[in-house]
């Protein structure tokens, strides 16, 4: 999405945050400032009737996120979620509350420690390497390849699949954007779906175990005394490479694109290769690939100075919190030095991202890589904003580089 630092004036009575072409023909930046400043507690119908709250306030946000008793992620967590529930409540972590979603969550999480991840290491930065090296003059599309290559392997995906499994989880994640869009949204979320939940349970089936991948861990997991069903391990295959495929390229992206709009802060980093680490930061808050997320209230509970009434879904809007005032320092300054820098790009709370560690571990090698080996880069055309309420990215971004 487009990233302006001006106010302007802003009618929020037509303002529609569902409409996925905001967030790649539009900017919802200036709407968040007026929202934060004017109408923390907002809200909209659309014009089907389903309506929803939205909050906009880093601190609204971490309270509906930190708190899975008052606001379930059970009847969905994503916006397109919205009045249809998520078949997939109590079955995949994110669309699943404690106690459940404890027991679930444990073995994955032993495995995405940054101890465990230690192993990856020279993976993730051969990856690293070649998204760079094999940059066809489109950055946007090697990025969508990168955390298949580490995700893939962490997971046991054979690397045949490879390919495939980065066009579906894209069409999943994006399915109002015409870089993935097959026909119309619903024939591409059908096609995404179904090509992505049969492979998982043909895998599932089919694949030896004992490797220790991840796939393995939840095929043999104990969770509360009893094996995994397959909806569940086909569910949380699904939601960890989503969750990898869909955010982790639009960080690098984004933060690319950050950095030529801001010269002085790639020079700097250049100058200072121990900065990569804060770049990373900064890029992830800037960027917030995790655009939003949805909750539902169980109890009517007061938010932000409003009531909310129990059953009333919630949209909490991550890109917004990144840049709330009251929570960061001119919030519009792209700073790679930014300390404190509390972002919420991964969450927070119970579901707070399992792979964030990975993400961070895989983003400071890009970085790295890109500061050692890029000696030139400038876009060659017009980037491509993806067109979703859910994945704030980049879709297509023509450069041209001299390394
Ligand atoms: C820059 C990259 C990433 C971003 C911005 C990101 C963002 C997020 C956010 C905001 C959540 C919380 C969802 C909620 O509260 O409903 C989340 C959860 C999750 N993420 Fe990530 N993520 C990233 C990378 C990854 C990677 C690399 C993986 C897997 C390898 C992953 C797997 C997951 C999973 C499984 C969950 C659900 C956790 C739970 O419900 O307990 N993510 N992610």
Redesign the pocket.
Known sequence: MRITTDRRDVDLSTVDLFDPMLYSDGDPHPIWTVMRETAPLHRQTLKDGRSFASVTRYADACKV?GDSKAFT?ERG??LEQLGHGDAAAGQ?????DAPR?TA??RP?QKA?TPRALAASADRVRAAARRVLETTDGDLAKSAFEF?MTF?GA??GLPEADWTDLVQWTSMAAAPDDPAFRIGSRGATLAIAHHELFSYFATQAKERPLGDDS?LDILSTMDADGAPLIEAEIVY?CY??????????P??FTGTVLALLDHPDQLEAARRDPSLVNSLVEEG?RW????NS???HAVDDIELSGGLVKAGEPVA?W?GSANRDPEAFEDPFRFDIRRTPNRH?????????????H???M??RALFTEFLETVEHIELDGPVGHTRSNFVAGISTMPVRIKS
């Open positions: 996120l992620s967590s994503l995949m972590l994110v669309s699943t979603h679930l969550r994955l995405m955390p995700t962490l997971m991840l949380n939601s960890l490479l989503l969750g990898a495929n869909a955010t982790t639009h960080a992830l960027t917030s690939p995790a997320f949805l909750r909490v991550v919420i790009t991964f969450g927070f709370g119970p579901h707070y991202c399992l792979g964030a990975l993400a961070r895989a983003l």
